[in-house]
């Protein structure tokens, strides 16, 4: 079965930081295009940043403070997060785009809260 299973969320303090891990499983992922999101309640989902075999990108609200990486030899993608806010609490997904132009594996999520 191929899935996707985030973790690494948790409560954290402004200014802390989390690291989020997305493991991938039923098939290699290296050639994939994984990205993040977060859903914040009562939010739309937000597009967060992507990593593809050669390149990264961020969205504006989380350059110079989120990170992306993959290593492929473990099938998994990480979601370095620093200089957390409280407006960053939300559910964190992970995502990927198989064999197709739009993200179509997801993951649960997994729960970043962020207090003042």
């Known amino acids: 079965q191929v899935q996707l299973v985030e973790s690494g969320g948790g409560l954290v303090q402004a200014g802390g930081s989390l690291r989020l891990s997305c493991a991938a499983s039923?098939?290699?992922?290296?050639?994939?295009?994984m990205g993040w999101f977060r859903q914040a309640p009562g939010k739309e989902r937000e597009f967060l940043t992507r990593?593809?075999?050669?390149?990264?990108y961020y969205a504006d609200s989380v350059k110079g403070r989120f990170t992306i990486s993959r290593d492929n030899a473990k099938n998994t993608v990480y979601l370095q997060m620093n200089s957390l806010k409280p407006e960053d609490t939300a559910v964190y997904y992970c995502a990927a785009k198989i064999s197709s132009n739009t993200y179509n594996l997801w993951g649960q999520g997994t729960q970043v809260t962020v207090s003042s």
């Open positions: 039923g098939r290699t992922f290296s050639s994939y295009t």
């Open positions: 990593i593809s075999w050669t390149s990264t």
